[in-house]
């Protein structure tokens, strides 16, 4: 890789930039979908290098989510400062100046980055071709009819590669919209998929012949795989079991009465949607009746999760040790932020989607020091993917994304190549809730992707349950719950 090139590259990493200069050469597409926190961002930057020392000229695009559009100028600096980048996003300059930019200016530039969101905007970045597009984060087009998948399927490029670490979060159908990006037409149309899916779920050798058919487009390895990487810490994960205080189980139980008046006026997608609405009903009422009641008074002990949080925070807080909080609701956020700082006697950090975009790298830098802030309460979309956070030996899921592969994202902000400690992860799950009952059925989840990548098989979809099956999931352990209240009064 020469002297511009700054980092030293463990083995399993020069065997990724080698399978991506192939890719390359040959002018095929690809996905690099080491697990999260092994180096992807390294590996295609060492790729950027080698394609500017053999003349191979830019400008490439790489697209981000734009939370990350900052980490990944600080590694371009750090790793490979002479890569020169030009940032088309409005946080660098004006949206009108950028619809308008002149082209011949990019010609002096190795690399274009970009978010998923303003490549819509930018009509000329779909006129042009480019001779590498990367997309980073790429589960961002599993939904093949969104926009911003529709976006960058229209883009024009020799080679196209995707960095992820879950090429498959929850169906086939990720796995199919993915390919269709970097190998249009390997997986056939969305009906031909469809078709050949229904036939692998009867198939006496499951996954198989899926497997082996994208095998060679996709590289993988495990943190777990000790032949891969040796000197990372362990992970433990454990459940952090809450009670629910009587107001919330109050509030639980009025909601499972009125779906069941509901679900016998509905059908077909109104049903879906119902579901759906209560299924969050449900979760925001085992964080905190607040949530649900919308009053803004979040006293801590009207909930049992912020009991828990409090028992482990105090923990942490005497061992001086750091903690990250995931929550997928924004309006969480402050509320458990302001209850940690009365537990660690100081103030912490918050990240959500609102935070703009040139304040998170900020966030990062404050909260990595030795002496910086002791917890980071972020909400799951924003702070998820791409943030490399690991000063924390501490993760705390307080709420369920009900998505192995989303969790395992986020927990991977602090379990990544740079942590020396052992890192602790307390997955929150209420007692005798749909809480306790989908953490029994998420290892479903995780079958899909082990089918397709290693072997097993499962999906998991809550809105197609029988009314029976449904009820039987959300309903309320009045056993358990009673247990709890008697103990804790």
């Not at 950027?48 to 371009?76: C, D, F, M, T, Y």
């Not at 994960?237 to 205080?245: D, F, G, P, Q």
Request: glycine share 8%; aromatic share 8%.
């Amino acid at each position: 890789l020469g002297e511009d090139f700054t980092a030293h590259l463990r083995p399993y990493q020069q065997v990724g930039v080698a399978w991506l200069w192939w890719l390359n050469r040959l002018g095929l597409g690809g996905c690099l979908a080491d697990d999260m926190g092994l180096g992807k961002t390294v590996q295609l930057i060492a790729l950027l290098v080698q394609l500017k020392r053999h003349g191979e000229p830019g400008p490439h695009l790489l697209v981000v989510p734009a939370s990350l559009i900052a980490n990944w100028q600080g590694e371009i600096r750090r790793f490979a400062p002479q890569l020169t980048t030009f940032v088309a996003h409005p946080s660098e300059m004006p949206t009108p100046s950028l619809i308008h930019w002149p082209q011949d200016h990019l010609d002096v530039v190795d690399l274009v980055i970009t978010s998923y969101g303003t490549l819509s905007r930018l009509p000329w970045m779909t006129e042009r071709t480019w001779p590498v597009v990367v997309l980073d984060e790429a589960q961002a087009i599993k939904n093949p009819g969104a926009r911003q998948t529709r976006t960058v399927k229209a883009l024009h490029s020799r080679t196209r590669l995707a960095l992820t670490g879950t090429p498959v979060e929850n169906r086939l159908g990720d796995l199919w919209s993915l390919f269709d990006f970097i190998c249009p037409g390997l997986l056939g149309s969305t009906k031909t998929f469809g078709q050949f899916a229904k036939c692998l779920a009867l198939d006496t050798q499951g996954y198989a012949p899926l497997r082996n058919l994208v095998q060679p487009y996709i590289l993988r390895r495990l943190k777990s795989d000790k032949r891969i990487i040796s000197d990372l810490p362990d992970k433990s994960e454990v459940r952090a079991w809450c009670s629910l205080s009587k107001a919330q189980a109050v509030l639980y139980q009025q909601a499972v009465a009125q779906l069941i008046e509901t679900l016998a006026t509905v059908e077909g997608i109104a049903r879906r949607g119902i579901v759906l609405a209560y299924l969050m009903r449900f979760k925001q009422i085992c964080n905190h009746p607040s949530q649900w009641l919308g009053d803004g008074v979040y006293a801590p002990d009207e909930s049992g999760k912020f009991a828990r949080l409090g028992e482990i925070a105090e923990a942490i807080a005497a061992r001086q040790e750091k903690v990250l909080v995931f929550t997928q609701f924004k309006e969480m956020t402050d509320p458990l932020s302001r209850f940690l700082e009365t537990i660690f006697g100081r103030p912490g950090l918050v990240l959500h989607g609102s935070i703009a975009v040139k304040q998170r790298k900020a966030l990062v830098d404050a909260f990595q020091q030795e002496r910086g802030p002791p917890f980071f309460v972020l909400s799951l979309k924003a702070g998820g993917t791409g943030l490399t956070l690991t000063a924390a030996s501490h993760v705390i899921h307080f709420d369920r994304w009900w998505n192995p592969a989303v969790e395992n994202q986020a927990t991977d902000r602090a379990y990544r190549i740079g942590q020396h400690r052992n890192v602790l992860v307390h997955k929150f799950v209420c007692r005798g809730t749909v809480e306790e009952k989908i953490d029994a059925l998420i290892e479903s989840k995780l079958g899909l992707a082990q089918a397709l990548l290693e072997g097993g098989g499962g999906e998991l979809s809550l809105t197609e349950m029988s009314d029976e099956e449904l009820l039987r999931l959300v309903a309320l352990d009045i056993h358990s719950v009673a247990d709890d209240i008697r103990e804790a009064d």
